[in-house]
């Protein structure tokens, strides 16, 4: 892969997440739905490109995690329609993040530090604060997001400490850290446009697709950035 692949890669996939924006604005649901689950099996594509080409199973692991995600995307378009789709999308959520978990703790690269449990606290605090303020009201699906909570925010904190805690990160440990800060930060918005009080506004949808999207293509860059490091 090239630096010329990268920028390919980002201008089709900018091209394809202004599109499905317009789609969910439109309230076109099947389309919206088709043009979601493409641009998160072209994130997963690439991601899984780049770990073959690595030929580590530590990258396979995590590259496993990005598949998880397709199946999560589709069963999550009917957060307001279908609970047990909905929890069948949490499920595969969860699968991607466990992967991604494993793929850092049993890498021997990214050692277990003190700052990822410190990280983890301040974004379970900002999280908090969230539901408070904005009074947010969960269903029965609850449970099941709390432990996904614990999930999603252990990998942002993980992810996002790498870039303090190696010396002299390279651009793929970027990448990495802003694919688990944006995902947190995805995460945020659709907590505000499903359960708060500002419910249902089509702004918090469009920062939590176009936040999280961005931050899937952070992740699979980072191991696209790794291929090109190694080469």
């Given amino acids: 892969m090239s630096n010329l692949a990268v920028a390919v890669i980002g201008v089709l996939y900018a091209a394809l997440l202004v599109y ?22 072209f994130a997963s ?11 580590n199973y530590v990258f396979y692991i995590f590259a496993l995690g990005m598949v998880f995600a397709v199946p999560a995307d589709f069963f999550l378009q009917y957060i307001k329609t279908d609970l047990m789709k909905y929890r069948a999308g949490i499920f595969f959520f969860g699968l991607m993040h466990i ?10 690269i990214y050692r277990i ?37 614990v999930l999603v925010v252990f990998m942002a904190s993980k992810a996002i400490s790498l870039s303090f805690t190696i010396p002299n990160p390279m ?50 860059f980072y191991l696209v950035f790794l291929v090109i490091a190694a080469n």
Wanted: charged letters at 10%; aromatic letters at 16%.
């Fill in 20 to 41: 499905y924006i317009l789609l969910e604005k439109q309230e076109k649901f099947l389309n919206a739905t088709i043009a979601k689950v493409i641009l998160s099996a």
């Fill in 45 to 55: 594509g690439v991601c899984v490109y780049a770990a073959v080409l690595l030929g």
């Fill in 99 to 108: 992967c991604l978990l494993t793929s850092f703790y049993i890498s021997s």
């Fill in 113 to 149: 530090t003190f700052l990822e449990f410190i990280l983890f606290a301040v974004l379970i605090g900002i999280l908090l604060a969230f539901m408070l303020i904005g009074k947010w009201k969960i269903g029965p699906e609850k449970l099941q997001l709390n432990i996904y909570t």
């Fill in 171 to 220: 651009i793929y440990v970027l990448m990495l850290s802003l694919g688990g800060l944006f995902f947190f930060i995805s995460d945020l918005f659709l907590g505000i446009w499903a359960y708060s009080k500002s419910s249902g506004k089509f702004i918090y949808l469009a920062l939590n697709r176009i936040i999280y999207f961005i931050g899937q293509l952070c992740l699979a």
